[in-house]
């Protein structure tokens, strides 16, 4: 089963994946921006490199949670290849603090905030956010949302278990 997790720029995607998996181990991480942070190098081509291996294990993984924005060109290739989605909803300017009080940095392609705020990708994505299709919505507080994701996860399980 695979399970696209969305969410803003810092919303706490990773957080609430390790937190879920310490409950499925049969599940593993991909998170683009790991991807990116590997393969990419501040480079449009590098980050084609880093989306072009991500699909390439998500397609090839069994078990996975899926971490990425949820919006763009990268989401569609991810949603094609995943068996559902679920959203981390997480305040906007919650976004932007904790982004700021990052220690890590992600390599993204030097082009990509020309112009533009972080702020202000933020709203957008936010209002991106704002469509239907989602199996999950959650509301962005730590441990209510583990286990409400993770007996969501093992619902779907049984249910997948059934029809096999």
Not at 34 to 56: L, M, S
Not at 108 to 125: E, M, N, Q, V, Y
Request: charged share 35%.
């Amino acid at each position: 089963m695979k399970i696209l997790i969305c969410g803003n720029i810092a919303s706490g995607k990773g957080t609430l994946i390790k937190g879920v998996l310490e409950h499925l181990e049969d599940f593993e991480h991909l998170a683009i921006d790991d991807y990116r942070n590997k393969y990419g190098d501040g480079t449009q081509e590098g980050e084609d490199r880093a989306r072009e291996q991500f699909i390439f294990d998500i397609r090839f993984s069994e078990n996975c949670l899926v971490e990425c924005t949820g919006v763009g060109k990268l989401f569609s290739m991810v949603r094609a290849e995943v068996d559902y989605r679920f959203l981390l909803s997480t305040k906007p300017e919650e976004c932007e603090k904790r982004f700021n009080d990052r220690d890590t940095k992600v390599t993204l392609p030097s082009t990509w905030f020309t112009g533009k705020s972080l702020r202000s990708s933020i709203d957008d994505i936010d209002k991106l956010h704002n469509r239907t299709g989602y199996k999950l919505i959650v509301r962005n507080n730590k441990n209510r949302d583990v286990v409400k994701v993770v007996t969501k996860i093992k619902g779907l399980q049984r249910r997948l278990n059934r029809l096999h």
